[in-house]
C-alpha cells in the first residue's frame, strides 16, 4: 500500500525516494499525465514492500480524505477530457489500485477512517459500469464491496486470503465467462455476479516459447498457450495459430499439435489452474514468408470453456537463447533474404525476414592477431564496399578491401592487438562508398562450421546465433556441445578453443552447497567429454546425491564454460533421474548451469499440483500406521531435537517406523530412519497416517491433524525474539487474524517442549496455548553435555582441513528482518569484516562461518580462503564442540553454547537497529555475558586477548546457565520420551 500523499507528490517531488525513482514521478509530474504519475508511485511501493521494508502507520480519516479527494479530481479531469470509456478504465485503476490498498489498511485504522472509506466505496459502487470493470481484479472488487457494506471483519479474512494463496481464485465458467467460485473467498457468497467475474487482466492470453527447432525450412516452436484463470483440465481446448504480417494483415496458418508440458504449470505458478494441456508444437513452413522483407507475428489463438483469446506469444522461458534465436540457414546462392525467430519488443514472438547486405566469402586468422577474409556485395544498391572496421573497448581497428575478383569477392586484412585483455568482443562490419557501415552475414552455413581461430595470441571468427560476423581476440573458452544426465553422473561433451585438455583434468562441478571432482575425461571427436559425479560423500557422511542448487563447472585455467550457440538453442533441458530433477539452462554470461531439485514427479512439482496433493490429503482416509514423522526446520538437515528423539526412540521404541521429512535426497538421515521427499505423493502419505508427528517449525496450511495423531512440537531454539501474538501485532495483522492464526497452530499441538518453566507462560500468552507444556530442556543440546568433546573437534578440524593446534573462533549471526529476500530467505549480515578479521588474527586462529538457513537458501558472496564456510554443515552441536569462541549476536544459539561453559563475544553494531525492528520477550544485555562490540577491529582485538574474556565474564557465563539452562543436563530427551511416547 502506498502512504505518501498525492498532493505533495504532485507538488514537491519524492524527497525520499532514490534517484530513479524520483526521476520517474518527477517527469510524469512535469507531463502532467496523471496516469504516469501514478504508475510510477505504483512502481516505487511495490520495489519497497518487495524488498521487506516495513510498513508506516495507516493514514488517520483526515488524511485519508485529502487523499480521497485529491483522487476523485484526477478522475474528474480524466472524465472531462477523456471521455466515458476512458475514464472507466481510470476509475477501474482507482478501484483496483489506490482504493484496494486503502482498504487493506481498514482493520488497523480509526473509525473516521473507515467511515471516510465507506463513503467512497459507496460511490465508487453507484458510478461502476461494464466500463470499470474490466479494469479492476476479482478481490478489489469483492473489497469495495465489504467497505461499501461496512463488513469490517469479512474484509480482513479476505485480505488475508489474497496475501496467502495470491489474487487468482478458483474459477468457474457460466456463459463463457469466468468467475471466482464464491465459496472459496470468505463473506462474499452474497456478491452480485459482475464482481465475482475475472477482470480482462486475469483471462488474457498467456503463453512461453521455450524453444525453437529448424528442420531445413520448416521452424518447430515449442511451447505453450493458455487462458489466464481457466483450469483446461476440465475443458475441452482448441488452439491453432498462424503468421501475420502487420501492415497488410497478409496472414499463413500454422500447423499445431498439442502437447501436454506440465513445465507450464511451474512457469505460470497458478495455484488452482492446470495450464498443462495448453502445450503445443507450432509447425512453420518459412518458405512461404522468405520472399519479401518483413516482419512476421506469431499468433496464437486458445479456446476453451466458451472463451476464446488470441494474440501473440510475449515471453520465452528462462535458461535458453533468450530474445534471440537461431537464423535458418542458408543452402544456396540465390538465398538473399535471412529468416531470423526473435522476441519482438513490439510483436512478442516473430519472424524477421531481413535482406542481406553483405556476405564473407571466406574467413581465416593466422594465429597471431591477424583475420583475413573475402566479402561479397549481395545489395547492389549500396554502390560498393570500400573497407572493413573492428571496434572494441581495446580501440578501432581498420582494413582495405581489395579490388572486385572475377567472382565478385574483395579480400581484407585486419591486424588486431592481441595480448592486451581477455576475450575481447569486436563489432566487425563493412564500410561502402557512402560511409555506411554494414553487418556481415556468417558464409554459407551448409560448407562452413560456426568459429574460425581462436586461443590467446589470436583473432577468433564466431558466428552469431542470428547469422553475422564476430570477432574475438585471446578468446579461450570451452563450449559445451551437449550434456547428458544418468542417476549417478553427468556427462559434458566440450569443444575448446585456445584450451588444451590438461585445462580439464583438474574440472569440478561447483555450487554453493557442493563441489566435486571431475571423475573421468575422454577423447571425443572435435574436444573431450568430462563426466562428474552427482552423488558424493559431504562433511563425512556416506555417499549420496548432490543437493538442490545450480551448478557450473570451474576449470583450472578458470576458462569459462559457456554454451555454443547450437545447445543453447536447445535449451532449456530437463528430466527426471532417480536421484534428480534436472534443468540444464545457460546465465546471462552464456555459461552452463546444471539445476539440480529434488526427483519430484511432474504431478508433485508444480505451486497446482502441490494445492492438489494438499486437496488430496485432506479429504482422504489413512490407515494408521505406528510411526513417526519427523521433520527438521525446512528439511534441509536431519538435526536439532528430533535427532535426539529419533535416537532415543530407536533404543527404546523399535516398533515405531522412524520417518524423515527431508529436502532432497542429498539429506544424511540418522541410522534406521527413512527419508521421504518433501512435497512427495507417500509424503503426504505419511503426514496422514502417521501416529506421532514431531517438528520444530509449523505444519503448512492444508495439515489436517487425525484424531488418532499426537504432535509434538519441539521449537528451534530458546524463545527470546518477539513470536506469536506480539509479532503479529507488529506486522500490522488483524485482530481476527490473530484468533484464527492461535487456533491454527496451538490448536493442533498436543504437547510442547520447553527449556525452563519461565517459558511455558510466554508460549501460553504469545499462541493461548492451554495445552501440555514438557518443562525439559532441549533433546537438542543433550549432546553439548554427553559427547567426548576431544573426539568431535578433532573429526570436524579433520574434515574442514584445520590444525588441530588453531584457535576455532565460529561465527554464528542471524538474520536481519531488514535484509530478508522472502519469507525463508535473507541477505548474510556483513557487517563483520570476515577476510580483516582473519589477517588481524592471523594463522593462530581459524575462522568459521555459520550463517543462518535463510542465508543459506539466499546464497551469500564467496569468501576468503582464511575462512571456512561451515554454513551447510548439517550438525550445529558438532560446530560448537569444536570451537574454542563464539562470535554471536542476537540469535538464541547463544543459550546453546554457553551451556559449553566457553567464552562468547557480541558483535552488536547494530544493536538499537535490531531491538526496535524485532522486539524482544527479555532483555537482551543482560543475558549477553561477554563484551558487546561494535567494530570488526574490537572483536579481533577480544580474541587475541581470551584470558581477559574468559575470566572477566567467568561469573556471568555461571549465573547464565544456572537461571536459563538448568535442565540441560544431558537427560533432556530422556524426560521428553517418557512423558510423550
Known amino acids: 500500500m502506498f502512504r505518501t500523499s498525492f498532493w505533495n507528490l504532485a507538488v514537491g517531488g519524492f524527497p525520499d525516494a532514490p534517484d530513479g525513482e524520483s526521476f520517474a514521478i518527477a517527469s510524469a509530474t512535469l507531463r502532467a499525465r496523471t496516469f504516469d504519475l501514478l504508475q510510477a508511485v505504483s512502481c516505487v511501493q511495490r520495489t519497497r514492500l518487495d524488498a521487506g521494508q516495513l510498513l508506516p502507520e495507516p493514514l488517520t480519516g483526515n488524511e485519508l480524505d485529502v487523499r480521497l479527494s485529491w483522487l476523485w479530481e484526477t ?11 476512458i475514464a472507466g478504465a481510470r476509475l477501474g485503476g482507482l478501484i483496483d489500485g489506490d482504493f484496494g490498498d486503502f482498504a487493506a489498511d481498514a482493520h488497523r485504522a480509526d473509525a473516521a477512517y473507515r467511515t471516510s472509506l465507506q463513503q467512497a466505496g459507496r460511490e465508487c459502487l453507484t458510478l461502476a459500469d461494464d466500463t470499470v470493470w474490466p479494469h479492476v481484479r476479482v478481490d478489489r472488487k469483492l473489497r469495495l464491496w465489504l467497505v461499501a457494506n461496512g463488513r469490517w471483519a469479512d474484509l480482513e479474512q479476505l485480505v488475508q486470503r489474497v496475501q496467502l494463496y495470491g489474487s487468482m481464485p478458483r474459477t468457474e465458467v457460466r456463459d463463457g465467462r469466468l468467475y471466482a467460485v464464491a465459496e472459496e473467498w470468505p463473506g462474499v457468497a452474497g456478491a452480485p455476479p459482475e464482481l465475482l467475474e475475472l477482470a480482462e487482466s486475469q483471462t488474457a492470453l498467456s503463453g512461453c516459447i521455450e524453444h525453437i527447432e529448424w528442420h531445413d525450412q520448416r521452424l518447430e516452436v515449442h511451447g505453450w498457450a493458455f487462458i489466464r484463470g481457466l483450469d483446461l483440465i476440465a475443458e475441452e481446448l482448441q488452439l491453432s495459430a498462424s503468421l501475420v504480417e502487420p501492415v497488410t494483415g497478409f496472414s499463413h496458418p500454422c500447423e499445431v499439435t498439442r502437447s501436454d508440458r506440465p513445465a507450464a504449470n511451474e512457469w505460470s505458478a497458478f495455484r488452482y489452474q492446470d495450464v498443462a494441456p495448453g502445450g503445443f508444437v507450432i509447425g512453420i513452413d518459412t ?4 520472399r519479401n522483407a518483413g516482419r512476421w507475428q506469431l499468433r496464437v489463438t486458445v479456446r476453451a470453456g466458451g472463451l476464446e483469446r488470441m494474440g501473440p506469444i510475449t515471453a520465452v522461458a528462462p535458461g535458453g537463447v533468450g530474445h534471440l534465436m537461431w537464423g535458418r540457414n542458408f543452402r544456396s546462392a540465390t538465398d538473399t533474404n535471412r529468416v531470423v525467430p526473435k522476441l519482438d519488443p513490439q510483436l512478442g514472438f516473430a519472424l524477421h525476414v531481413r535482406p542481406e547486405r553483405v556476405w564473407a566469402q571466406t574467413l581465416a586468422t593466422d594465429g597471431a592477431g591477424r583475420a583475413t577474409g573475402a566479402l561479397h556485395l549481395v545489395d547492389q544498391g549500396l554502390g560498393r564496399l570500400v573497407s572493413v572496421i573492428a571496434a572494441s573497448p581495446a580501440g578501432r581497428v581498420a582494413g582495405e578491401l581489395g579490388t572486385t575478383n572475377a567472382d565478385g569477392s574483395q579480400r581484407f586484412q585486419l591486424d588486431l592487438p592481441v595480448g592486451v585483455g581477455t576475450g575481447i568482443s569486436w563489432d566487425f562490419r563493412a564500410v561502402d562508398v557512402h560511409g ?9 552455413e551448409a560448407e562452413n562450421g560456426l568459429g574460425i581461430g581462436g586461443g590467446f595470441g589470436d583473432a577468433c571468427w564466431q558466428r552469431s546465433i542470428t547469422g553475422y560476423c564476430n570477432l574475438m581476440t585471446d578468446w579461450a573458452v570451452a563450449e559445451a556441445e551437449n550434456a547428458a544426465v544418468a542417476d549417478d553422473e553427468l556427462s559434458i561433451e566440450l569443444g575448446l578453443i585456445g584450451l588444451e585438455p590438461s585445462d580439464c583434468t583438474d574440472a569440478r562441478l561447483s555450487s554453493r552447497l557442493a563441489n566435486v571432482a571431475v571423475r573421468r575425461v575422454e577423447s571425443v571427436e572435435n574436444g573431450l567429454r568430462l563426466v562428474f559425479p552427482l552423488v558424493a560423500p559431504r562433511w563425512g ?25 547450437g545447445f543453447a538453442s536447445r535449451l532449456p533441458g530437463e528430466g527426471l533421474t532417480a536421484n534428480h530433477c534436472y534443468r540444464l539452462t545457460r546465465n546471462s554470461r552464456g555459461e552452463l548451469m546444471i539445476g539440480l531439485a529434488p526427483p519430484l514427479a511432474d504431478n508433485e512439482r508444480s505451486r497446482q499440483a502441490q494445492e492438489r496433493l494438499g486437496v488430496w490429503y485432506q479429504r482422504s482416509s489413512f490407515t494408521p500406521a505406528d510411526s513417526v514423522l519427523f521433520q527438521s526446520y525446512r528439511g534441509e538437515f536431519a538435526t536439532d531435537s528430533q535427532i535426539a528423539i529419533h535416537t532415543e526412540l530407536r ?27 518433501i512435497g512427495s505423493r507417500d509424503w503426504y502419505a505419511a503426514l496422514g497416517s502417521s501416529r506421532y508427528l514431531c517438528r520444530n517449525i509449523e505444519f503448512e496450511r492444508y495439515f489436517t491433524k ?20 506480539s509479532l503479529w501485532r507488529v506486522q500490522g495483522r488483524s485482530e481476527s487474524v490473530i484468533d484464527e492464526e492461535c487456533v491454527r497452530r496451538s490448536g493442533t499441538w498436543d504437547a510442547i517442549v520447553v527449556p525452563e518453566s519461565f517459558c511455558v507462560d510466554l508460549y501460553r500468552r504469545e499462541y493461548r496455548f492451554t495445552g501440555n507444556a514438557l518443562v525439559t530442556g532441549y533433546p537438542r543440546n543433550d549432546a553439548l553435555v554427553t559427547a567426548d568433546t576431544a573426539s568431535v573437534r578433532s573429526t570436524v578440524l579433520t574434515r574442514l582441513g584445520i590444525d588441530p593446534d588453531r584457535i576455532v573462533v565460529l561465527y554464528a549471526p542471524t538474520w536481519r528482518d531488514t535484509i530478508a529476500t522472502s519469507a525463508w530467505t535473507a541477505k548474510l549480515f556483513d557487517g563483520l569484516d570476515l577476510e580483516d578479521l582473519a589477517e588481524r588474527l592471523g594463522d593462530r586462529y581459524a575462522v568459521l562461518l555459520r550463517g543462518h538457513n535463510y542465508n543459506l537458501r539466499e546464497g551469500h558472496s564467496p569468501i576468503s580462503g582464511k575462512v571456512w564456510d561451515v554454513s551447510g554443515y548439517p550438525e550445529i552441536n558438532d560446530l560448537l564442540l569444536a570451537a574454542d569462541v563464539a562470535v554471536l549476536d542476537y540469535s538464541s544459539i547463544r543459550f546453546d553454547w554457553l551451556i559449553t561453559g566457553k567464552p562468547v563475544v557480541f558483535f552488536v553494531p547494530d544493536l538499537e ?14 543475558t549477553a555475558p561477554g563484551p558487546l562490540l561494535a567494530t570488526t577491529r574490537e572483536v579481533a582485538e577480544a580474541l587475541l586477548d581470551l584470558g581477559s574474556v574468559i575470566s572477566e565474564y567467568a561469573a556471568a557465563r555461571e549465573l547464565f546457565n544456572k537461571e536459563f539452562n538448568r535442565l540441560h543436563d544431558g537427560r533432556a530427551t530422556e524426560r521428553v520420551i517418557n512423558a510423550f511416547f
Not at 78 to 85: A, I, L
Not at 436 to 444: G, I, K
Open 541 to 565: 557422511a556416506p555417499e549420496l546425491p548432490l543437493p538442490t542448487d545450480d551448478y557450473r563447472i570451474v576449470l583450472s585455467s578458470r576458462a569459462r564454460v559457456r554454451c555454443s550457440d
Open 651 to 677: 533404543l527404546r521404541r523399535p516398533d515405531l517406523d522412524l520417518v524423515w521429512a527431508v529436502s532432497d535426497l542429498s539429506v544424511a538421515v540418522p541410522e534406521g530412519g527413512r527419508a521421504l521427499l
Open 436 to 444: 555506411r557501415e554494414h553487418r556481415v552475414s556468417w558464409p554459407r
Open 287 to 290: 518458405r512461404h514468408v522468405d
Open 75 to 85: 478522475w474528474r479531469l480524466v472524465r472531462r477530457t477523456g471521455g466515458e470509456t
Open 913 to 926: 537497529e535490531y531491538l526496535n525492528s524485532r522486539t524482544v520477550l527479555f532483555g537482551f544485555s543482560e
Open 706 to 725: 487425525r484424531p488418532y495423531q499426537r504432535y509434538l512440537q519441539t521449537f528451534h531454539g530458546y524463545p527470546f525474539k518477539s513470536m506469536g501474538i
